[in-house]
């Protein structure tokens, strides 16, 4: 069968391997969250049961950047922290983009809108998103991103939770009950830093260190804490 979550950056590792080179495509995951009965709650999907590698594995919303991303209408741009964070390993244009794919992405696989609807599309409210991290996808795989985390509230979004066949089990996961859930490797990280962070004030968000993940267990840190802000 065809991979139905191709396309999601959280699949890319579970892809095998190739002796070919393959350059990473820019992708964008949003990690859509809300505070629930038992703490907070991330929205994940699970990859299609009938895929040959890694069944079942949790994934954020998320896909490539398509062309018409860059031009796209939006509701609301990116707080300045934000694009600054991202511009960290992108031009402005693309570093809006990704931004605007986690937002598309987010709607064609989960039919919620961050910000409204305009002649059949998302114009996204980019100003809710906060930058994460980003991940490469390890080289010797067919299928590589490099990928931009962002994380929205689910509050910001509104529409019918539904799936359209991408993931399957669509729904927020307490954090407390991921523990024994199949997860990627790099996901798994993605998440260790969302704890952080939602450990953090605002200010704190704005200017706390930032990671880039290159391949499995290769880190390189793109900003460190200011002086005056270390914890």
Known sequence: MTEPTADNPGSADAA?????RVHPRHAASLVLWRDGPSGPEVLMGRRH??????????????GRVDRTDYKAPALSELRAPTLAMLRLSSQASLARALAV???RELHEETALVLGEMRGGRVAPDLSCMDYLSRAITPAGRPIRFHARFLVAPAS?????????????ELRFFPLTGLAGQPVMRITAMILEEF???LGMDQPARDARALMAIKGRDRFSAERKWPSSEAP
């Open 195 to 197: 704890q952080a962070w």
């Open 49 to 62: 049961h009938a895929l040959r590698f890694m069944p079942g594995v949790l994934v954020f919303p998320g």
């Open 101 to 103: 794919a986690a937002a």
């Open 16 to 20: 095998g391997v190739t002796r070919r």
């Open 156 to 168: 910001a979004a509104h529409g019918e939770l539904r799936g359209s066949g991408e993931l399957e």
